[in-house]
C-alpha cells in the first residue's frame, strides 16, 4: 500500500484556514500508521501464497496447488491436485507472473486513490486503526473515509482557487521597472506583501509605487528644514543669480590652473565644474518648478546647487596650502597631493558625478519634467500623486526615475548636509579667501611698487592665508565627521524592506478580492 510521508500529510492540509485542527490530527497518528505499515508487511511476508496452499473450486470439487520450495523459499516446482484426477504440473513462473502482475494493479490503484483523495484516505486509515478487525474494519473505514472527504472536498476547493489566481496573475502587466522596484525596496519574505504586489492590476500597481516614493520622499524631508541654503533660494532655480556665483566660478578656474600646474589630475574640479553647466542647461526647468511652487524639483535644485558650494570649499579646503616664500614676503600657493587623492572619494563629489552620468543619461530632466508637468495639471504637495493621471506606462518609468535616480541622490547630500551644519557663508567665505591670496600675490609682483608697499601687501596676504587655514581646518573637520554620519544612516535606510502595509493604508481594490486566500 502507498502511504505519505510526514512531509507529504502536513503539506494535504497546507493552506486551509483550519490546516492547524488537520494536521494536528494527522500528527498525532503518524506513529500509528506508521505501526500499521509495519504490520501490514509483516503480516504480507508471514502469508505469502509461496510455500502455502491455495485452493479453489470448481465443478469437479476441490482443487490443491502445492509448492515444492529450497532453502531461501524459491519455487522449484508445483502440482495441481484435482481431487480423484491425477496431479498435473503447473508452471510457478506463470503462477508467479500472473500474481505478480495483479499485484502491480492493485499498488498503482492504491497510489492513485492516495494521490487524487488524501484526506479520505488518511480517515480509511486512521478508521482502520481504529476499530480493527473484519466488518468492524469496514465500518471504521467508512467512517474514516467520510471524514477524510470533507478534507478533499476543501483542499480541492483551495486548489481551483489557487489555480484561477495563478492564472490571474499571469495575465497581469508588470514592467520591468515595476518588477526592480518591488525586490529592491520590499520584503518578499512577508507573504501577504508578496501576493499583493503579485496580484495588483497595473493601475494599482502605480498606487502603490506612488505612496512608496511619497514615503522614501517624507524621511529625506523630515531632514531639509534644519539645512541652511542660505542665499540659493534666492535664485530661484537660476544658479547664475547667486549674489556670490563669480567667486564660486573663479575659485573654480583657480583650482583647475593649480592641479594643472601641479600637475594632477582635474577630474574632480571638472566634474563640479560639469555640474554647474548642467544646472544652467536645464535652467527654464528649475525656474518653472519655483514659479508652480512645485516642492520636490525645488528640493532637488537646492541640494544640488548646495553640493556644488559645499564640494568646491571642500576641494579648497583639502587641498590648498600656503607656504610662506623664504626669500619673499609672499605666500605661495600649493597643493597636497595626498590630500588631492583622498578627497576623490568623498560623497559629495562621489553624488556630484552621479548626478552628472544621471544628466547626460536624460534621466533628471524627465523625471522633473514628469513632476513639473503633472503638478500643474493636478496640485499635489510634493507632485508625487500626479502619477495617478498618467499612462501606466509612463508613471511607472517616471517613478522609476525618481527611485532609483533622483531620490537616493538627494538623500545622501540631504543627510550630509543636516550632519555638516555648516552655513552656506562658511563656504563662500574659504573660496573668498583663497582669491584674496592668490590676488595678493599678483599685486605684490607689480615693478611700481616700493619695498614698504609690498611688505603691507604680504602682512595682509598673511593675515588672510591664517583666516583661511582656520576656517578650512573647521570645514575639514565637520565634513569628516558629518560622512561618517550620514553613512551610517544610510546603510540602516537601504536595509530597510517595507510591507506592503508600511506603504499603502488599505488594500487596493484589485489585491482586495484576492487578499481572501491569502
Known sequence: MAIFCDLELEGILNEAEDERKYKDKVK?????????????????????????????????????????????????????????????????EKITRDITNTTAVKIEKEKQDWSNEPGAKTGEMLGNIATGGNFINDIGKKAGRSIGSKVDDFIHKKNRERRKLKEDSEVIYRSPEYNRIIDEFFDFTDRETRKVLLAVNEADQNKILVSL?????????DKVDDIDFGEIEMSKGDIEKLPNFETLH?????????????????????????????????????????????????ITYN???????????????????????????????????????????????????????????????????????????????????????????????????????IIPLIRELIFLFYYTRVRVSDFF?????????????????????????????????MKTADKFRNASRFIAIKTAEAENKAVKEIKKEDNKKYKVGDVVDELPDSAASSSALF
Open 28 to 92: 498525532d497518528n503518524i506513529q500509528d500508521i506508521k505501526d500499521t505499515v509495519k504490520k501490514a508487511k509483516d503480516n504480507v511476508k508471514s502469508n505469502s501464497w509461496i510455500g502455502k496452499k491455495m485452493s479453489s473450486k470448481n465443478e469437479s470439487g476441490m482443487q490443491t496447488i502445492t509448492f515444492k520450495e529450497d532453502a531461501d523459499g524459491n519455487v522449484l516446482e508445483s502440482s495441481l491436485d484435482k481431487g480423484t484426477k491425477k496431479s498435473e504440473k503447473i508452471d510457478p
Open 250 to 298: 573663479e575659485c573654480l578656474n583657480n583650482m583647475a590652473r593649480l592641479l594643472i600646474e601641479f600637475k594632477q589630475d582635474t577630474h574632480p574640479v571638472d566634474q563640479i565644474a560639469e555640474c554647474i553647466s548642467n544646472m544652467i542647461e536645464t535652467k527654464d526647468m528649475w525656474k518653472k518648478a519655483y514659479a508652480l511652487n512645485v516642492e520636490l524639483p525645488m
Open 303 to 405: 541640494t544640488i546647487v548646495l553640493a556644488i558650494i559645499e564640494a568646491t570649499s571642500y576641494m579648497v579646503s583639502m587641498c590648498v596650502e600656503f607656504v610662506k616664500s623664504p626669500s619673499e614676503d609672499t605666500m605661495k600657493i600649493m597643493i597636497d597631493k595626498s590630500a588631492l587623492t583622498k578627497s576623490k572619494s568623498h560623497m559629495i563629489l562621489k553624488n556630484i558625478e552621479s548626478f552628472n552620468s544621471a544628466f547626460r543619461k536624460d534621466q533628471v530632466q524627465k523625471a522633473m519634467w514628469h513632476v513639473i508637468d503633472e503638478s500643474s495639471k493636478k496640485k499635489n504637495f510634493v507632485g508625487l500623486g500626479i502619477y495617478t493621471g498618467l499612462g501606466v506606462g509612463a508613471a511607472v518609468v517616471g517613478i522609476a526615475g525618481l527611485l532609483f535616480c
Open 213 to 221: 516614493t511619497s514615503k522614501l520622499y517624507d524621511n529625506v524631508v
Open 429 to 461: 567665505e574659504v573660496q573668498a579667501d583663497l582669491l584674496q591670496v592668490s590676488s595678493y600675490n599678483v599685486e605684490n609682483n607689480r615693478l611700481d611698487l616700493t619695498k614698504e608697499e609690498r611688505k603691507k601687501i604680504a602682512a595682509k596676504q
